[in-house]
């Protein structure tokens, strides 16, 4: 067995077992890295990738058994490492190497994580696809590489499926990971407000947060609960009560939803991965009821959630991109930028006001429910520009499920489903309770082991 078709948590136990050196592994890696460049996945290699991997052998021949000593994984680039070039997928920003690291990425350091480098990423996060102007190549999925891996995690989803990172760092805004989890047949974990700390960045309504892009769910949880230790100072940190990789002790009463909420019809496919899971979770002796979609995209939320986006993706541009190079920003980026300056401050505060009824409502009607059900995306993933013209309108189509649950700031994760007749995958979108993010991890291992997906893998991974 060639060592990537290892789980993450195979992996670990080989390295403890000293089967294998994180230096044989590490080069396992980024020799697959650089024969698959044509998928996207990563932005920059981390040069000093097989000098981390010798002191992580160094460290356990010493002894040490932290909890990733020695394991290799790709790191989002909008998150910053200490010198290792970020450029957060932007032109403009593309000779940037910080000094410091991220508060998790110093976490997953910590924990002895080897960094293979940086996994594409859309500019600053602001879309649902992975294309920049800094890669030659957008992130795609490995089962069909004429289409996206959606984003804005789209190169850690790729990393991932195609066997270049047994894990992979990601974060998620409005589905940024659990998009990509769906087009690459894998797990995708958007964890509860507060349980992964965005330090340093900070805000009162953060919608944004990392979390774990994984083949099982047992290395999904692995990865998050390194990443789940507060900084000091969060304002919404708090401590799981209990360990991230349980086992589920209750049968859950369950909700059900398949409309999109807007003026568009449910995909097929995305109505058969939520119609098979529903079947499964029945099987297993919970109760699973179908509701009424709770809100709906009116005018005034569509609106609200293109106020914040270009506000978030604003704020941030204004800081770190140069003065005078804003010309290297990508069109949609310095459309959003274009939005953000005539935004006055009632604007904003408006948009957050409609948006928290928004996600207030959703909490109303599912509060006698422990999860919650619906695909993960609007149908398969879609062809190397297909979101032109109305971007806005368009990524909200495809990926219209997601957005509620971060501003809820409730966990989600996507489930693969099943791959269609073409060959493309499809995933399911579970959400729970606030804070209860080791029950839905629970329940994903549950429908894991009752095998509510193949493992299936693409035609990359067995090169």
């Given at each position: 067995m060639k060592p990537h078709e290892l789980t993450a948590a195979q992996q670990l136990e080989a390295l403890n077992d000293n089967e294998i050196s994180s230096r044989e592994l590490t080069?396992?890696?980024?020799?697959?890295?650089?024969?698959?460049?044509?998928?996207?996945?990563?932005?920059?290699?981390?040069?000093?990738?097989?000098?981390?991997?010798?002191?992580?052998?160094r460290r356990r021949a010493s002894g040490d058994r932290a909890a990733l000593l020695g394991l290799p994984l790709g790191v989002k680039d909008l998150a910053a490492t200490a010198g290792i070039r970020t450029t957060f997928g932007s032109a403009a920003l593309k000779d940037f190497v910080p000094l410091e690291d991220s508060w998790t990425v110093r976490l997953l350091r910590q924990a002895g994580a080897v960094v293979l480098g940086k996994t594409n990423t859309s500019e600053f996060g602001a879309t649902c696809y992975t294309e920049n102007d800094v890669t030659e190549k957008p992130a795609v999925t490995p089962y069909a590489p004429t289409r996206y891996s959606s984003g804005s995690s789209g190169g850690a989803a790729t990393a991932v499926a195609a066997g270049l990172s047994p894990v992979a760092h990601a974060s998620d805004g409005a589905g940024s990971i659990r998009t990509p989890a769906a087009t690459c047949h894998l797990v995708g974990m958007k964890p509860s407000r507060g349980l992964v700390s965005p330090a340093p960045a900070t805000s009162f309504l953060s919608a944004s947060i990392e979390g774990p892009i994984?083949?099982?769910?047992?290395?999904?949880?692995?990865?998050?609960?390194?990443?789940?230790?507060?900084?000091?100072?969060?304002l919404y940190g708090w401590?799981?009560?209990?360990?991230?990789?349980?086992?589920?002790?209750?049968?859950?009463?369950?909700?059900?939803w398949t409309d999109t909420g807007l003026d568009q019809?449910?995909?097929p496919e995305a109505e058969l991965a939520v119609r098979r899971t529903?079947?499964?979770?029945?099987?297993?002796g919970h109760e699973v009821r179908e509701i009424p979609l709770p809100a709906r995209y009116d005018e005034s939320v569509s609106r609200a959630i293109l106020t914040w986006f270009a506000y978030q993706v604003g704020a941030v541009a204004r800081m770190t991109v140069p003065a005078g190079s804003t010309h290297l920003l990508r069109?949609?980026?310095?459309?959003?930028?274009?939005?953000?300056?005539?935004?006055?401050?009632?604007?904003?505060?408006?948009?957050q006001a409609v948006l928290a009824r928004y996600a207030s409502t959703f909490l109303s009607k599912v509060h006698d429910y422990d999860v919650v059900l619906t695909p993960t995306t609007n149908g398969a993933p879609v062809p190397i520009g297909h979101f032109v013209g109305d971007e806005a309108d368009l990524m909200l189509k495809w990926s219209c499920h997601t957005p509620w649950a971060n501003l809820a700031g409730v966990p989600a994760i996507s489930l693969p489903s099943?791959?269609?007749?073409?060959?493309?995958?499809?995933?399911?979108?579970?959400?729970?309770?606030?804070?209860h993010d080791a029950e839905l991890l629970a329940l994903a291992a549950q429908l894991e082991s009752a095998q509510l997906w193949k493992e299936l893998h693409p035609p990359s991974w067995h090169e």
């Open positions: 080069e396992h890696y980024l020799d697959r890295i650089e024969r698959h460049k044509e998928l996207g996945a990563f932005v920059t290699v981390n040069e000093n990738a097989l000098e981390e991997a010798a002191k992580a052998d994984a083949r099982t769910v047992a290395d999904a949880a692995l990865l998050l609960d390194v990443m789940a230790s507060p900084a000091p100072g969060d401590h799981p009560a209990r360990p991230l990789h349980g086992t589920l002790d209750r049968k859950l009463t369950i909700a059900l019809a449910v995909d529903a079947d499964v979770l029945a099987e297993l069109p949609y980026t310095r459309h959003l930028l274009d939005i953000n300056d005539t935004l006055s401050a009632n604007d904003i505060v408006s948009s099943h791959v269609d007749d073409d060959g493309l995958p499809h995933g399911v979108h579970l959400v729970g309770r606030h804070r």
